[in-house]
């Protein structure tokens, strides 16, 4: 059986799109793009003060860090071709926030009022209720974080962004009549970089090509003394890789909520197995039994890529496999892995 619906990114290639994120960029009145330092290749940081980040030891584990203070940040984007095969990408993308969201929020016991959620459907996050929200209505939220994190400040940020890749720098959700609502990605990772100082940020990002969009903090200046944190990021793709469909899901999202709750086999729906008779479930379930915590490591190494790396036969490329980006920052040093 062939993998389904193998969402092929050909996003408007229009002028008014362009317009709008430069439009964008004029309104914020701040250069975003001076929050990018050259890249050095592919997957190389983005770092300003050190010139070459320490490699990590691969013995080194990075466990899920959250707690009841943790930002917790869902996107979920839209779909602005409108044929029988992206007709569920929409709701596919919103489920697998929705499910994600389930999972980290019980993980960290974060409560509901850090949870920010936006879609093309709506955008909640305490008192804030948006039906079809406009990129104003996202910006005003993410600004109003920024003030909050400055008065009180959060202990880490997980965000998780399901969607298109980006067009223009800008990740899509909906297009009315008259404007598209889109999130400028140089204004997201200002936004992260908020957060920079925070004990953990992670970031999920589940679009194609998704390793060539680095959204971790890069301005590693006037850096608290003693402060160390670890960053995580996880990208469903390679540089030009796909992402896929999964049953009422995307597929790597599920893969990784599948993989904490270590129950149902993300590719079952492919393979014609269920997770009891799946060797790659039985062994990942027979591992942690030993070590009940789970770490982002064993999550790709032993759940997530194999599971995926199952489908090749199926039509899954090397660049369509995922990529864990594991960084530890302190007040002198950046050590780095890639896995
Ligand atoms: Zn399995």
């Known amino acids: 059986?062939?993998?389904?619906?193998?969402?092929?990114?050909?996003?408007?290639?229009?002028?008014?799109?362009?317009?709008?994120?430069?439009?964008?960029?004029?309104?914020?009145?701040?250069?975003?793009?001076s929050y990018f330092a050259p890249t050095g290749g592919p997957g190389v940081p983005l770092v300003h003060r050190r010139t070459y980040p320490r490699e990590l030891d691969r013995s080194v584990k990075f466990y899920p860090k959250m707690d009841s203070n943790t930002l917790q940040i869902c996107i979920s984007g839209g779909n602005n071709i409108k044929t029988d095969e992206y007709k569920t990408f929409e709701y596919d993308c919103y489920k697998s926030i929705f499910d994600m969201c389930e999972v980290i929020k019980e993980l960290g016991n974060i409560p509901d009022?850090?949870?920010?959620?936006?879609?093309?459907?709506?955008?909640?996050?305490?008192h804030i209720n948006i039906s079809k929200p406009t990129t104003n209505d996202i910006i005003d939220t993410f600004e109003n974080i920024k003030l909050m994190h400055n008065k009180e400040?959060?202990?880490?940020?997980?965000?998780?962004?399901?969607?298109?890749?980006?067009?223009?720098d800008g990740f899509y959700l909906r297009k009315t009549r008259y404007s598209k609502c889109i999130i400028n990605l140089y204004y997201l990772k200002s936004v992260i970089e908020y957060f920079a100082?925070?004990?953990?940020?992670?970031?999920?990002?589940?679009?194609?090509?998704?390793?060539?969009?680095?959204?971790?903090?890069?301005?590693?200046?006037?850096?608290?003394?003693d402060t160390c944190s670890l960053y995580?990021?996880?990208?469903?793709?390679?540089?030009?890789?796909?992402?896929?469909?999964?049953?009422?899901?995307?597929?790597?999202?599920?893969?990784?909520?599948?993989?904490?709750?270590?129950?149902n086999c993300p590719i079952s729906s492919f393979k014609d197995i269920s997770s009891s008779?799946?060797?790659?479930?039985?062994?990942?379930?027979?591992?942690?039994?030993?070590?009940?915590?789970?770490?982002?490591?064993?999550?790709?190494?032993?759940?997530?890529?194999?599971?995926?790396?199952?489908?090749?036969?199926?039509?899954?490329?090397?660049?369509?496999?995922?990529?864990?980006?594991?960084?530890?920052?302190?007040?002198?040093?950046?050590?780095r892995i890639v896995i």
């Open 277 to 335: 008779n799946c060797y790659l479930c039985n062994s990942y379930r027979e591992s942690i039994i030993h070590d009940p915590k789970i770490s982002y490591n064993s999550l790709h190494e032993s759940w997530v890529k194999p599971h995926m790396t199952e489908l090749m036969p199926n039509g899954v490329n090397s660049c369509d496999l995922p990529i864990l980006e594991l960084r530890y920052v302190d007040n002198t040093n950046v050590w």
């Open 113 to 126: 009022k850090n949870v920010v959620s936006v879609s093309p459907y709506d955008l909640k996050f305490r």
């Open 197 to 225: 100082n925070c004990k953990f940020i992670v970031i999920i990002k589940d679009m194609c090509n998704a390793e060539e969009i680095d959204l971790l903090p890069t301005d590693f200046n006037d850096r608290p003394e």
């Open 1 to 33: 059986m062939d993998v389904p619906s193998t969402i092929i990114h050909v996003p408007p290639d229009d002028d008014e799109y362009r317009n709008i994120t430069q439009q964008l960029q004029d309104t914020l009145r701040v250069d975003y793009r």
């Open 153 to 168: 400040p959060f202990s880490g940020l997980f965000l998780h962004i399901v969607g298109h890749e980006p067009s223009y």
């Open 232 to 263: 995580v990021q996880y990208s469903s793709s390679r540089i030009n890789g796909k992402s896929y469909a999964s049953s009422n899901s995307r597929l790597f999202s599920n893969s990784i909520v599948t993989g904490f709750k270590a129950e």
